[in-house]
């Protein structure tokens, strides 16, 4: 009888209402210490049983994944073209062509 708390420090809750990272419902995590140990072993049960099933099932829920993953592209390709801005401003700053940004002054106007 397992009454250890499954959290694993990814507290996101996902369309389910359930927890990404350990599974539990939000009135699960929000009331684990008052729990008895029982109802706690009967929470930890149905997580491996669900675990498991899951695993068995293969790609059958792949969708959340894919959203996930189209999700991750978009922030990846909104950060690769902050990074060329901050390049090509490094770049300028070598060749001594350094333009102000609004509310920062350079080191010519000090």
């Known amino acids: 009888m397992d009454s250890g708390n499954p959290c694993i420090g990814l507290c996101r ?3 389910d209402g ?5 599974h539990r419902t939000k009135a699960e995590v929000k009331g684990w210490k008052r729990l008895s140990d029982a ?3 009967a929470v930890n049960a149905r997580i491996a049983d669900n675990s498991r099933q899951g ?5 059958a829920g ?3 994944p894919r959203k996930r993953l189209r999700k991750l592209d978009r ?5 690769e073209a902050k990074l060329a801005l901050l390049r090509e401003e ?3 700053v ?3 062509q350094l333009v102000d940004r609004p509310g920062q002054t350079s080191e010519r106007s000090r």
């Open 13 to 15: 809750f996902g369309g």
């Open 18 to 22: 359930n927890c990404l990272g350990c």
């Open 39 to 41: 109802a706690k072993a």
């Open 55 to 59: 695993s068995e099932a293969g790609l």
């Open 62 to 64: 792949e969708k959340a």
């Open 75 to 79: 922030k990846i390709g909104k950060l």
């Open 90 to 92: 490094r770049d300028r």
């Open 94 to 96: 070598g060749r001594g």
